[in-house]
C-alpha cells in the first residue's frame, strides 16, 4: 500500500534560518516523489520533483530510497516560503495514482 | 494555457440533499483525478480517470458518490445524498502523463461544500 507521511503538521522559523520539511513514504516499487506547494489563496501547484534534481526557489529534496524519505530543505529561509507544503507519491504500477501526505504549514517570522 | 476549471466555487446544502461538481481539464490531458481535501487535512484521492476510463476509485464511497468522465475530457463528481462528513473542498486536477514532466499534477482552484 501507499502511504506518505509529514509528521509536522506546522514548522515555524525565524528568516534566514534553514528549514527542512520532513517526508516519509511506504511503497515497495519505484515512486516517483514530489513536493506540492499551496500559497495563501492560490491553487495547489507543484514546486519540484526528485527525478528533476534540481532546486526550485532555493529549495532541494533528495530521495534517500535507503530511509524511504524525501525531505524538503532551503539553507536560508524567506518570509514569501510562508505556505503550506504537500509530499506527494505517484506508484509505478496499478494505475500509477498519486496520493499526498497530510501537509506542513510553513511560518516564516521576520 | 487555461487552468483546470471547476464549477460551482462554493456550494451550501443540508444534508441528505445532492450536489454536482463539474470539471474542465486542461486541454490535452489524459488523466483527470478528483481529490477530496477536508480541513486541516492532505488531498485524498477519490477516483483517477485515464482518458474516460477508471483507473483507480478504491477510496470512492460508492454508495453515495460517483463520478463520470465523457468523451475523456469534462468530468462530473455527484454526491447523493450529502452527509455532514462529506463537507471539504473538492479539488479536480489533469496530468498529461507523457514526456519528461508529464507527471506533474495541475489543480483546480476547488470547489469548496458545506453540508449542514
Known amino acids: 500500500a501507499q502511504r506518505v507521511t509529514q509528521p509536522e503538521k506546522l514548522l515555524s522559523v525565524f528568516k534566514g534560518a534553514p528549514v527542512e520539511l520532513k517526508c516519509n513514504y511506504s511503497?515497495?516499487?519505484?515512486?516517483?516523489l514530489f513536493w506540492y506547494v499551496q500559497y495563501s489563496r492560490q491553487r495547489l501547484q507543484l514546486l519540484l520533483r526528485?527525478?528533476s534534481r534540481e532546486s526550485i526557489k532555493g529549495f532541494t529534496a533528495d530521495l534517500n530510497k535507503g530511509e524511504t524519505s524525501f525531505h524538503l530543505k532551503k539553507p536560508f529561509a524567506q518570509e514569501e516560503d510562508s505556505a503550506m507544503y504537500y509530499c506527494a507519491l505517484r506508484g509505478d504500477t496499478g494505475g500509477f495514482k498519486t496520493i499526498f501526505g497530510a501537509g506542513t504549514r510553513l511560518f516564516v517570522k521576520a | 494555457e487555461a487552468g483546470v476549471a471547476q464549477s460551482p466555487r462554493y456550494k451550501i446544502i443540508e444534508k441528505r440533499q445532492s450536489v454536482a461538481f463539474w470539471c474542465n481539464p486542461i486541454s490535452g490531458h489524459a488523466t483527470l483525478y478528483w481529490y477530496q481535501q477536508i480541513l486541516g487535512q492532505g488531498p485524498k484521492l477519490l477516483i483517477q480517470?485515464?482518458?474516460?476510463?477508471?483507473?483507480?476509485d478504491s477510496q470512492l464511497p460508492k454508495d453515495r458518490f460517483s463520478a463520470e468522465r465523457l468523451k475523456g475530457v469534462d468530468s462530473t463528481l455527484k454526491i447523493q445524498p450529502a452527509k455532514l462528513e462529506d463537507s471539504a473542498v473538492y479539488l479536480c486536477?489533469?496530468?498529461?502523463?507523457?514526456?519528461?514532466?508529464?507527471?506533474?499534477?495541475?489543480f483546480g482552484e476547488g470547489s469548496w461544500l458545506t453540508v449542514v
Open positions: 486536477a489533469s496530468s498529461l502523463d507523457t514526456g519528461l514532466s508529464g507527471n506533474t499534477i495541475y
Open positions: 511503497y515497495s516499487g519505484s515512486p516517483e
Open positions: 526528485h527525478i
Open positions: 480517470f485515464q482518458n474516460n476510463g477508471v483507473v483507480d
